[in-house]
């Protein structure tokens, strides 16, 4: 009976070890004129300095339920010496 008892014991707390190792990949948003941000917190952004073109940039966010997202988005950099 103590056996018994050890391993469901032992069952329930390697469960919960492997429930809080879990990482949930974050939410890739799509750039939309309509969508609204839900951001608590913003963790990283892509440096937009000196950029010349069309580029990629990338907002790495947590919403209010501190879940984590991923906005990529085009930008028009401004760091061409040759652009008006």
Known sequence: MKTLILTLATLAFSGTLFAAQ?????IIDSPSAFHRLDIAKVESSTNLQGLCGVQMAQLVYQDHMNREHQLNYDVIGDGCPSDN
């Open 22 to 26: 879990t990482q949930t990949a974050p």
